[in-house]
């Protein structure tokens, strides 16, 4: 595992070594069986499996919301691993409860909570619907006993831009997708407050109950935050639950020079947080962090006889956290991320946000002066979107046959650097902006060269493609 | 973690350290503080961790549904950790994603699937969650987008000595607690089929609609398993979703002497399966597996264009698993399963069963036949229900002041081999019966003397119990 962690800072090395699926699958057995294999093929698979999974840590890894290698995390994800033991007592997880504690309290704290509550949950969209459940307990606690049958029907607001996880949430807590509702934006991504008070009277007139509006800091894909202030305005006047889902931009709270874009963050009922995205712990660790304190256990307690016994003669049974979760057994997602938290203090995340910023100003100056290449939004964060268009395209006239072509041109690209193993950045198109790149920048490791290496990469890629009558040839 | 994994083996070592949080608190400075702390520090605290926490591992911890040391498990968990990736896409987790799509397809085997589907879950719960999503999206396709506020109340069915999970999924999911129709048991606490008829024709009579029969298998308390062809039969007749909840007992499918404790199996349409409970998997890793391929697809899946791009032209999309999920991110608990299973084979599993077998039945033995102990039920798996009855109260004649007496025993005896740490045993009340000890044997590290050890100790702690005025007083 060291000699990986040497490749993934080794820059000669592929990000990844990518197959197909079937050719994985003649190169690896995966198939089990009833007999075991012996010990020297147990290690080959294990050798393989570093070989063909995705060096995330790797400084030109740019795809997702996550990546980078941070050993001290990494060295409590393996700590915890071999404690093996599960969140929901004091009792077997005496040291994890209070690190959990801590964590919370200052998070908490930062975010501007005097007295709070929360819990660590298996990713961010667990903690959105952590919100959703403490947001419609508080307008209609009879929900817990009798649930939605008799209740009037209830939205959920949430932005255009926001995540995918409150349409899943309203499915799967029984709300529906049809009363999510999704609030414009404007042109940078940030929910537009007029349309959200327009769209909570219309509800409200046809007799339907808004229970939790969503504001995003950190969208998914231009790294937007929408105005908090002007949105805990609207959801005081009307009486709404305000979420954060800072999952991805949480950690500009922990820089004083960009917190502004969170102003008025200590007016909120709740906020996800997700260090393993930005702070660049590993995976997974997202908090969910509430003002009102009680209310987690008061919307998920349930008596279990067998693990939360209330005449415990060891110790005070408040410790345990289990009557909080929605989750029985719980992971220990804490440990790696209170063991970084110590060797760096909110200091080494400033460091490392303000770094990435200073990469993120780097590309964006040079996307803007690069001929090809376009911004598709001004960043406000470390999420960069552009397209590259290509010089037999590049003069085209606006219209529906330059879209049609540019929107082939991310994919081809991506499947380019995928096959070279260059690098990793990912697409997508979003409103009536066709296919672009979204670069996320949170590598500590990653520098100004890599930036002037992927725009010369995804230029090599994008000059080479050759268009064909029905759309592009892959080179 | 090398000489914590030895002291896991040791029986000179405490199981645990035991401290109360205030203790805690004062030998380890949990504080998170602008400024880092220096590597020594942060090295201690890694020291002060492994001193602290539970010896899960250690052969004399019988406290929870895991435990034991998996030294493969551990080190697919730790390189999986490094890996540091999300189960989303192919793209990101191509050699996870294949190692999932094989270790699903041979538990559906195991299980009697032909062509079955499924995904890995953080925890049990969750598991048993997608049950009750699926069977609602079966009966009521609508809820998808209009919920469930026009719709008939609606109600699932589960014994009285299932998981809590039922409740906390039906609160959740918007039915409510009132909605989870508890089933009688039997003496042994297996569902009474029975009975579950009767309440299924009382709903309907009162225009409530049974969407999900929950049978278990391995109950969390007695071990016990729910009669699942009876069960099938009336789930047959009147065309509700049957889903087991074999968490516990999923390991059994693994013996061909054992597997007739879930005949039928083959019959349902869902279950839920923890290789982190009994298979000694690290934690978490919790498998639902379904009969109805497509159906997780069609209840859970949202485009999300920045993740599932229909363009891609690196691969068939289809190897993206997204879509089946409630997560975005979802954690990489496949690998330390995978690893596990080839280097032991179903066999492995099938030996780890019969040893844990073998020492319960030994144990249960002694307990049958020594002066104090009694058992509460006579065991079919590997969990252990019995009381000990200090000399003291012995002779009591039966009625509420021995009840009142006997309820106190458990708790004083768990405090004082706590503050020894010479084991851990878990214990609890359960219907008519009050506090009992329950041990689960599951670490094939665990020996036939530890057996002797452990009952031992109880008698040695359970003696030195004083009887106080008002209840008794801690040794």
Redesign the interface.
Known sequence: ?VK??KRCHDRHEKV?E????EE??KL?N????????D?A??ID??R???N???K??HPRFF??L??G?DI?G?????????????MYT??????????E???LR?MGQLVGFSDGDGIFA?????SN?YAI?LARHKKFPT????????????AILTSKHS???F?????????????VVMINCDAKGRMLASDLENQIIHLQSQGIAPILVNATSGT??FGAFDPLDEIADICQKYDLWLHVDAAWGGAIILSAEKRHLMKGMHRIDSISWNP?KFMGC???CSAFLTKKKGLLEE??G?????LF?K??????IS?DTGNKS???????DI?KL??M????????FTKKLHHAYEISNYLTEKIRNRDGFELVVEPVYVSICFWYIPTAIRNLSDGDVKRRKL??VA??I??GM??RGSMLV?????DDKV?FF?MIILNSATTFDDMDFILDEIESLGERIEFVQNGFH?P
């Open positions: 595992m990986y962690m990844v990518f197959r197909q699926p994985l699958n690896i995966f198939e089990l069986k009833d007999t075991p294999e010990l093929t147990v698979y294990c393989e499996t570093l063909y999974c995705v995330t840590g795809n997702q996550y990546g290698m001290v990494l060295c409590g994800q393996w700590l915890s691993a071999t404690a093996n033991t599960s004091y009792e077997v997880a005496p040291i994890f409860v209070l690190m504690r801590a964590v200052h298996p990713g961010g969209s667990l619907m459940s929900s817990k006993m009798e649930g939605l049958f008799s209740l009037p029907r209830m995540h995918y996880s349409k899943k949430g309203a499915y799967f807590m029984g709300f529906g997708l049809n009363n998914t894909v393993h590993p995976f997974q919307c998920h349930i008596p279990a006889s067998y016994q005449d415990k003669m060891t110790y005070d410790y929605i989750q029985c057994g719980r992971h220990v440990m209170w063991l938290w110590k060797a760096k203090g909110d200091q080494g929107s082939q994919p081809q991506k499947a995928t096959k990912g697409y997508q198109p979003m296919n979204r892959n």
